[in-house]
């Protein structure tokens, strides 16, 4: 087997050895040795139900015991609708259409495609760059990484789709000695992307894609006076604002879509993981019915399609998934418990290596530094060693899963299922306590 993102050789060395993962339940998994673990990151930011919901294996068979398959080429079928139908009831008002893909990745490169033709049968040819964030993630085929800003991640690929532009992110951790407030600071980022609007010439820019607490570099929040501001820019200059929300959407920051979480409306919404607790793949584009008008007249069509984009066993299984969110009010129970999330990660702050906590709802990062006073961080070199020859090795050891990340400076994320509480934290605070003391004590 080929790993998706995996080291290799680490497995040929004497003691290498492949984790199996052979069982799940709640929020905890086993190994083939019969090892027990905190699925502290719902496996990839996606499991938001937790694990072993036999409901929706039974919502699965029964779909395919129904109809186990059709494309939505020329054809619509029940379960596809229906969840259209639930997604929009959820999402910012402005939103009245879904395209089905299979994941996140896959509806950012919607996303950008329709922009462009958009625009083209809008009678401005020429719109076709697009604005993304330093550091953020945006997918791995070879447009959604065009729209990724994470240098290393590109390099073995490129040349990738041109004409796609970076603008600052929202660190405000980095950012706090040159701003008197994180208002101030949130104002000069969104300022940046009317800065660079204009350096490249709004005839020529459709869209900037954000996703509202941005994953890659740790978390990054903003104040709501960003979005806000940002929305303005992209008005002015008839650019479509593309909200990725393949992780935050569907409770992961205390409400079922971001968006509504920061009260701005985009153009766009990518959402994907959650929205089955990847009990099935799925993603989707939602959008506004400016988007959708263009192809209700003539012969005027969408040349773009994924073969098992909205299947309908992903769909019931949404259909179910969403239906466990509602009665068991898991986005509730979210809203109720981050401050004692954050105040129980916070306690962190007294290791010397513990320099941020920041995140929203059960989505948070804990940045490591050499220096608290300085903010001084580690280099590659150190960073290596930190991440990957102690520390990841450590909490996994202790029976945490979570991810600890250098694509901006080194962090570690949490990002358990949404069903956890007050217990759980301690949990994962004294495990991670022990292994970043260890860390530090080896660096």
Not at 251 to 271: K, Q, T
Request: aromatic letters at 12%.
């Amino acid at each position: 087997m080929f790993l998706h993102f995996t080291r290799h050789s680490p497995f040929y060395t004497a003691k290498g050895e492949i984790p199996i993962i052979t069982h799940a339940q709640g929020h905890h998994f086993w190994d083939q040795n019969g090892k027990k673990y905190f699925d502290g990151i719902s496996s990839l930011f996606s499991v938001n139900a937790g694990h072993g919901r036999e409901r929706l294996a039974e919502a699965a068979a029964k779909q395919m015991k129904e109809l186990d398959y059709f494309p939505l080429w020329s054809h619509a079928h029940k379960p596809g609708i229906e969840l259209s139908e639930r997604l929009l009831s959820y999402a910012p008002k402005n939103m009245s259409r879904v395209f089905f893909t299979t994941g996140g990745g896959e509806a950012n490169e919607t996303a950008w495609k329709l922009a462009k033709q958009y625009f083209k049968l809008q009678g401005k040819p020429m719109k076709h760059k697009v604005l993304t964030r330093a550091v953020a993630y945006h997918g791995t085929s070879h447009g959604a990484l065009s729209l990724t800003g994470i240098p290393s991640m590109k390099k073995a690929f490129e040349p990738l789709v041109p004409s796609t532009f970076r603008v600052p992110n929202t660190n405000w951790y980095r950012a706090q000695d040159d701003f008197k407030t994180e208002e101030e600071f949130a104002t000069w980022a969104a300022d940046r992307v009317e800065e660079m609007i204009l350096f490249e010439d709004p005839d020529t820019v459709a869209a900037f894609f954000l996703e509202p607490v941005q994953n890659s570099g740790g978390c990054f929040t903003s104040p709501k006076s960003y979005f806000k501001r940002v929305r303005e820019i992209c008005d002015k200059y008839d650019v479509i604002l593309v909200a990725d929300e393949t992780i935050d959407g569907f409770g992961r920051v205390g409400s079922m879509f971001a968006s509504n979480l920061y009260d701005f409306e985009p153009d766009m919404l990518v959402c994907a993981k959650g929205m089955t607790s990847a009990y099935a793949p799925i993603g989707a584009l939602l959008m506004s019915e400016k988007f959708f008008e263009p192809f209700k007249h003539g012969t005027t069509l969408f040349p773009h399609g994924y073969t098992y984009g909205g299947h309908p066993v992903s769909c019931a299984v949404a259909l179910e998934n969403l239906d466990i969110f509602d009665e068991e009010d898991l986005v509730g129970n979210v809203q109720r418990n981050t401050k004692q999330f954050r105040k129980t990660l916070e306690k962190l702050k007294d290791l010397p290596i513990v320099g941020d906590v920041r995140g929203e709802g059960y989505f948070f990062a804990i940045e490591l530094v050499k220096d608290k006073k300085t903010r001084e961080t580690f280099n590659d070199k150190e960073s290596e060693k930190l991440l990957r020859g102690i520390l990841s090795q450590r909490m996994f050891e202790e029976g945490l899963y979570c991810r600890s990340d250098d694509r901006g400076d080194p962090v570690v994320q949490l990002a358990p299922p949404l069903t956890i509480g007050r217990d759980e934290f301690n949990e994962i605070e004294q495990i991670l306590r022990g292994a970043l003391d260890h860390a530090w004590k080896k660096m």
